[in-house]
């Protein structure tokens, strides 16, 4: 087969779809990339990951001020930033989710059209996630107070954090 626009031999088959109707059309490379190329140029490069996607959210309608005010915030529990997030594409801890709720949700409704999970549940789910996250806040907690030198608050804080394994292994059967 040869291309459409010139005499060499087609390599690229393209097929399209417009008002239902769809037509064939077929090119050599270098007419296929110039066909290509004005519809590569005016569309926006789509997000990688999950913080390229965060980044577009954001950029929409925020000033550089804005972004580096957001980029400050910290969640209490596990210490990441929202840079962090925006950097790794990860959260810290499930608190992350409350912590950074506002610059979330907009993110989470682009993404699954919903801000509330329906449907399944994984068969291990876990129920009340509240002491696994006091235990990673402790840990930080106690992190800090053994770099700051405060031994003696460094020593509650692990009572505590042991106090909450025995009770997480009483618990466990």
């Given at each position: 087969?040869?291309?459409?626009k010139?005499?060499?031999?087609?390599?690229?088959?393209?097929?399209?779809i417009?008002?239902?109707k769809?037509?064939?059309?077929?090119?050599c490379?270098?007419?296929?990339?110039?066909y290509?190329?004005?519809?590569?140029?005016?569309?926006?490069?789509?997000?990688?990951?999950?913080?390229?996607?965060?980044?577009?959210?954001?950029?929409?309608?925020?000033?550089?001020?804005?972004?580096?005010?957001?980029?400050?915030?910290?969640?209490?529990v596990?210490?990441?930033?929202?840079?962090?997030?925006?950097?790794?594409?990860?959260?810290?801890?499930?608190?992350?989710?409350?912590?950074?709720?506002?610059?979330?949700?907009?993110?989470?409704?682009?993404?699954?059209?919903?801000?509330?999970?329906?449907?399944?549940?994984?068969?291990?789910y876990a129920?009340?996630?509240?002491?696994?996250?006091?235990?990673?806040?402790?840990r930080?907690?106690?992190?800090?107070a053994?770099?700051?030198?405060?031994y003696?608050?460094?020593?509650?804080?692990?009572?505590?954090?042991?106090q909450?394994?025995?009770?997480?292994?009483?618990?466990?059967?």
């Amino acid at each position: 087969m040869k291309c459409q626009k010139c005499e060499k031999p087609a390599t690229f088959h393209i097929t399209e779809i417009e008002s239902g109707k769809h037509r064939e059309l077929h090119f050599c490379e270098e007419c296929a990339r110039l066909y290509l190329a004005p519809q590569a140029a005016s569309e926006p490069e789509p997000a990688t990951s999950l913080a390229g996607a965060l980044a577009q959210q954001l950029a929409l309608g925020q000033t550089a001020e804005e972004l580096s005010k957001i980029d400050q915030l910290t969640c209490p529990v596990c210490g990441i930033s929202f840079l962090e997030f925006r950097n790794q594409g990860r959260l810290g801890c499930p608190h992350d989710y409350v912590s950074f709720e506002k610059e979330l949700e907009p993110l989470i409704m682009s993404i699954h059209n919903e801000t509330r999970h329906v449907g399944k549940k994984p068969a291990r789910y876990a129920e009340g996630t509240e002491p696994l996250t006091d235990l990673i806040r402790l840990r930080r907690d106690m992190k800090e107070a053994v770099t700051a030198e405060d031994y003696e608050l460094a020593s509650r804080l692990r009572d505590q954090i042991r106090q909450i394994e025995e009770k997480s292994r009483k618990a466990s059967p």
